[in-house]
């Protein structure tokens, strides 16, 4: 019965470096999203993500950022030349097969982002 | 555009009693799902509760209800008997049932359960 499972819980990176986000989702689900998180904020969506299929990524800033979803092994959200604001909590949900409008997305532990 | 908007920063709830979290929302489309989340100091986010736009009643789950106002725009969530557990912050979302599904969530409630 294991949820979503995001790795690593905590990331600690050098302005400049590179971020390495990951995200399995739950057992039988397709669908992918990430979320982040700043200080005292709601969650702010980033991309959706279907198997090797990026269908919304309106929420993703245009440079830096990247996000995949392959065929084999979980999703991996990258974070390019790491600058202080990137610090955040990063969260990954998924939801079952059909993305119907009752489908409950499942959240992870997140990863908690902190650029030195 | 659609939005959530969640007014009270902070809440306080003497244990035992009932607590009720407001959520108000916004948007153009007919058909939608609405979310309250739990988010404890440990960091992760818990699922509460959903309703739906078409569901004709409100709501419920164990000790959480949502108090679904369609014309107003509100759902708020009703916590009852508040043990100290409950403390965290909440959050409500939104899913639109056109484009993508994405969640838009408030800016969260923190609430505190006091002994």
């Known amino acids: 019965n294991a949820g979503v499972m995001q790795n690593p819980r905590h990331l600690v990176r050098r302005r400049g470096q590179e971020a390495r986000l990951r995200c399995s989702p739950m057992k039988g689900h397709s669908h992918v999203y990430w979320y982040r998180q700043l200080p005292e904020e709601g969650l702010k969506f980033m991309v959706y993500l279907q198997k090797e299929n990026i269908i919304d990524e309106s929420g993703m800033p245009k440079e830096r950022f990247s996000a995949e979803f392959p065929k084999e092994g979980p999703s991996i959200l990258r974070i390019q030349q790491v600058v202080r604001g990137d610090s955040a909590a990063y969260f990954c949900?998924?939801?079952?097969?059909?993305?119907?409008?009752?489908?409950?997305?499942?959240f992870g532990p997140g990863t908690r982002l902190t650029v030195l | 555009a659609q939005k959530i908007t969640q007014t009270q920063p902070g809440m306080f709830v003497q244990e035992k009693e009932a607590v009720t979290l407001d959520c108000t929302y916004d948007t153009s489309d007919p058909s939608y799902g609405l979310f309250w989340y739990k988010q404890p100091s440990s960091g992760e986010m818990i699922f509460l509760i959903y309703?739906?736009?078409?569901?004709?009643q409100n709501a419920t789950e164990g000790r959480y209800s949502l108090n679904f106002q369609k014309a107003r725009k509100s759902a708020n969530l009703v916590i009852s008997a508040s043990q100290l557990g409950d403390s965290a912050m909440y959050f409500c979302a939104m899913r639109e049932g056109s484009g993508t599904y994405k969640y838009i969530f408030g800016t969260g409630t923190r609430l505190k359960v006091l002994a």
């Open positions: 309703q739906g736009s078409y569901d004709q």
């Open positions: 949900a998924s939801s079952r097969d059909k993305a119907f409008i009752t489908d409950t997305q499942y």
